[in-house]
């Protein structure tokens, strides 16, 4: 059975609503402002540096994982707050856990940071 509106308009529908929510957290989200940020930095610093396709891929991949990674905690912690205003021990416990994985992707693409951009900045200061 086909939806109201068909399939082609419902998917593009879909990518409307996606690029609303993304809008929206990086103009509400402190967490998801800094790591643009930072990703902008660090694109910038791969145009200078004239890093390789396979090194733009990976650092493309860690920022796109880190800032998914920021978009779903601060999905989680929205809906934790939503169904459990006050503060409760174990809704307390699931935010932490959201957070450690926003850690581990961040610990992860600053990993790959430093394996792309150690050689570049050797060879600069040799």
Do not use: C
Not at 64 to 86: M, W
Request: hydrophobic share 55%; aromatic share 14%.
């Amino acid at each position: 059975m086909i939806k109201e509106g068909g399939y082609v308009r419902n998917r593009l529908r879909s990518f409307k609503y996606a690029f609303v929510g993304a809008w929206s957290l990086l103009k509400k989200e402190p967490s998801v402002q800094v790591q643009t940020g930072i990703a902008i930095v660090v694109t910038a610093a791969g145009f200078y540096f004239e890093i390789t396709r396979i090194e733009w891929m990976f650092q493309v991949l860690a920022m796109g994982l880190v800032l998914s990674a920021e978009g779903l905690n601060t999905a989680i912690e929205k809906i934790a707050d939503f169904i459990h205003p006050e503060f409760h021990i174990k809704i307390g416990s699931i935010k932490d856990v959201s957070a450690g994985a926003v850690t581990f992707a961040a610990i992860a693409a600053f990993i790959i940071g430093v394996f792309i951009y150690w050689p570049y900045i050797e060879e600069l200061l040799a």
